[in-house]
């Protein structure tokens, strides 16, 4: 089993969202990505101005150029923003939200140099489908996530090339309908879509995520970290994209005074330990969940 993890923001003291990232810095976080037994991930930049998000996407990518470890570690980029949801941004920065458009789509993947593997986006801030179809159209995996589409929206997003959602659970209300919510269309649809989970028992409770596996399946899901550059340092005050990150004894991030949640810092080591004790999962299906179901999803 060598998981691949394909929603990494940062690692030990590196935060790969930042335009003051340091190749030492990022060559650090590969090399202890490679001592928790993680194979490869999908390093993740999150909403900015697109100006800004060409800028990290360049020097992410002139770093694996640089650094055989961070070659090898990183196999490519995820793009979670900036066409989100304005009502759903958690930790991103709202006022760097704008609609989807093919024009900065492109921009961000030439400064990304041919390594983008995922985008992020709301279907519904997605005028006429326009970029989910781009990028469907040059192999890159579309995600639903910081989004609230209808579940008609949501069909109509999957027949134009959306393939996944996004850390399902998060990124949404904090409180939802009962029943007509992000959580239950996707559900419904989970059988033409690749669901991701945060498992750390923070995001969403163990009792929940067992619930939700048990529809989406071992055979359609993902299991991802979500980390941020706090991962594996303790409790402290950290940057993450520019803003203040407070990272408390139990692991758990969030904004200066927020309820929401800014990423994770839970380790591979550490789900996988929490699939097999806290949702009973087997060796085979741990595998599925973080080996193989993430490669196939994003074509590695």
């Known amino acids: 089993m060598k998981p691949f993890d394909i929603q990494v923001n940062g690692y030990c003291g590196a935060d790969f969202c930042s335009g003051k ?96 593997r995922l985008v992020t986006l709301a279907p519904e801030n997605d005028p006429g489908l326009a970029t989910t179809r781009f990028l469907a159209s040059q192999g890159i995996a579309v995600s639903a996530g910081h989004c609230d589409p209808t579940l008609d929206e949501l069909r109509e997003a999957i027949d134009a090339g959306l393939s996944m959602v996004t850390h399902l659970g998060n990124g949404c209300a904090m409180n939802l309908p009962r029943h007509d919510n992000i959580i239950q269309r996707a559900l419904s649809l989970s059988d033409r879509l690749w669901v991701c989970y945060i498992p750390d028992g923070v995001h969403i409770p163990f009792f ?17 970290t979500d980390t941020i550059v706090a991962a594996k340092m303790g409790p402290g005050v950290f940057e993450l994209s520019g803003g203040t990150v407070e990272v408390d004894e139990h692991g758990v991030a969030r904004r200066p005074g927020a309820r929401m949640l800014a990423g994770s810092t839970v380790t591979m080591p550490q789900i996988r330990e929490n699939l097999a004790n806290h949702l009973g999962l087997s060796t085979e299906a741990i595998g599925r969940l973080i080996d193989r179901n993430p490669r196939q999803a994003v074509g590695l």
């Open 21 to 116: 990232l340091t190749i030492q810095q990022c060559h650090r976080a590969c090399e202890e990505l490679a001592s928790d037994g993680v194979d490869g991930i999908l390093a993740t930049v999150i909403t900015d101005t697109i100006d800004a998000l060409c800028g990290k996407l360049s020097k992410l990518a002139a770093f694996r150029e640089a650094d055989p470890v961070i070659a090898r570690m990183i196999a490519g980029f995820h793009i979670e923003g900036p066409f989100l949801n304005l009502n759903c941004v958690g930790a991103h920065p709202p006022e760097c939200v704008q609609p989807a458009n093919v024009d900065d789509m492109q921009r961000l993947l030439d400064a990304a140099q041919g390594h983008t």
């Open 208 to 224: 929940a995520l067992k619930n939700y596996l048990a529809v989406s399946g071992v055979e359609r899901s993902i299991m991802v």
